[in-house]
């Protein structure tokens, strides 16, 4: 049934494991599939559950689809029985790859658990793959990566594919050693493989230690809203939807052994942002335009703290036909929006209290 011819066929496989599909763009990326693809086969969510992991984040899903065509499992990445034993049971023919510890600060304070999970962790999943799938054609293992690993630009230029890597935080280097790691594999063994490096997303579910999240959670709570440095770094958002169409594209279209950008050609400086922020949830609450603006706080920078980032994504629109379809404006609503619907999320994510709901749900599988 799978079928790797590319042109106006899509791939087609009957059962992929996400890795992090319990996290932020994880588990959008689960319930664009079921949702919004035409995927016919079965998911498999692959999570520790660390405290960026909820499987919350898609009761609807497991409602709908739990045993039937959705399965979760609890398991790491770096245990490759515990993985082998979950490819095998699932007949798995495509990984798309997500799990990961994911917030540069935190890689800045405990910078190993980043190495742990993001190195080895990728390693321990494609040997397994190499073990189980050996010199099969017709799977595939996707990476899901960042633009972090090329570095930091200045006031002008594009991170293309082809920018050669200048990773510069423990989060950021630990992503470009996964990524040389994946590649290695392609060239190596000729597993099937590809990859895409995708800039800042944003949308609901974002856990709330990344700047748009935890800005409108201290803007609910009336509390300082940190900004690092000047203001002035500039990130290149993504509506969140928007990047799991991108993966999906990959992962159906994309060539074998190649990587695609993802971007929002988008850019912000975080100020400017954190100030539109402000606007959109008074508006939102009823309140002056200005009301927050008050609670904007600058804070020390983080250290190494890369200045800009902007994203070329040329090749996934012209070789696979990917587009952007939120706009910024509307996708910031969309997901204050969101945020403001759910605030037991927020205060559940925050306190852990939902892991109570998790050992109920899942024991300690
Ligand atoms: P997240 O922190 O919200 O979610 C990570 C998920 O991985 C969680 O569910 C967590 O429980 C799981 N996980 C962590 N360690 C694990 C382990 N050892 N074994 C199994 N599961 C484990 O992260 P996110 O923002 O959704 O990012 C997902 C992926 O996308 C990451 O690989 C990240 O590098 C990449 N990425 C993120 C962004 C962004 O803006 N957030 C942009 C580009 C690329
Ligand atoms: O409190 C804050 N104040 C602030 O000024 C936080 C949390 C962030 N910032 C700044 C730092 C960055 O310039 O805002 C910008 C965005 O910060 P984060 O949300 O932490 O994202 P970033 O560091 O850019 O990394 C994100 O995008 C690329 C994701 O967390 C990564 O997983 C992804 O690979």
Not at 251 to 269: A, F, L, P, S
Not at 336 to 356: H, M, P, Q, R, T
């Amino acid at each position: 049934m799978s079928n790797f011819t590319l042109g106006d066929q899509m791939r087609k496989f009957k059962s992929v494991i996400v890795t992090g599909g319990a996290g932020f763009i994880g588990s959008n990326l689960i319930r664009y599939i079921f949702e919004k693809s035409g995927f016919e086969g079965n998911v498999i969510n692959l999570d520790k559950l660390t405290y960026a992991g909820n499987p919350y984040n898609l009761s609807d899903i497991e409602t709908a689809f739990g045993g039937k065509r959705y399965f979760f499992e609890k398991a790491d990445i770096c245990d490759m029985n515990a993985v082998k034993v979950i490819m095998e049971k699932h007949s798995v023919d495509a990984i798309i790859h997500l799990a990961a510890e994911s917030h540069v600060d935190r890689s800045i304070h405990s910078p190993e658990e980043f190495i742990r999970t993001n190195v080895m962790g990728t390693f321990s999943l494609l040997e397994c793959a190499r073990n189980l799938w050996k010199d099969r054609t017709d799977v595939l293992f996707h990476h899901v990566s960042t633009d972090e690993v090329y570095g930091s630009l200045g006031d002008t230029g594009y991170f293309y594919e082809d920018t050669p890597y200048d990773p510069r935080s423990p989060y950021s280097s630990s992503k470009a050693s996964s990524d040389h790691v994946v590649m290695s594999y392609f060239h190596t063994y000729h597993m099937p493989v590809t990859m895409s490096n995708c800039s800042n997303n944003y949308g609901p579910y974002h856990f709330p230690e990344k700047l748009i999240p935890l800005m409108i959670s201290n803007m609910l709570e009336e509390k300082p809203l940190p900004v690092y440095g000047d203001g002035k770094n500039v990130r290149d958002w993504l509506y969140v939807e928007d990047h799991a169409s991108g993966i999906w594209s990959v992962v159906t279209k994309g060539k074998i052994g190649e990587k695609y950008n993802i971007g929002g050609e988008n850019e912000w400086e975080n100020i400017k942002l954190v100030n539109v922020l402000c606007e959109t949830v008074a508006e939102f609450s009823s309140k002056d335009k200005d009301y927050y603006k008050k609670l904007i706080t600058y804070v020390k920078d983080r250290p190494g703290h890369d200045r800009r980032y902007a994203i070329n994504c040329d090749k996934i629109k012209k070789e696979l036909g990917w587009k952007q379809s939120v706009n910024f404006e509307e996708g910031l609503k969309k997901t204050v929006k969101w945020f403001l619907e759910n605030k037991a999320w927020i205060e559940n994510v925050k306190s852990g209290s939902y892991k109570d709901w998790v050992s109920k749900n899942y024991g300690n599988r």
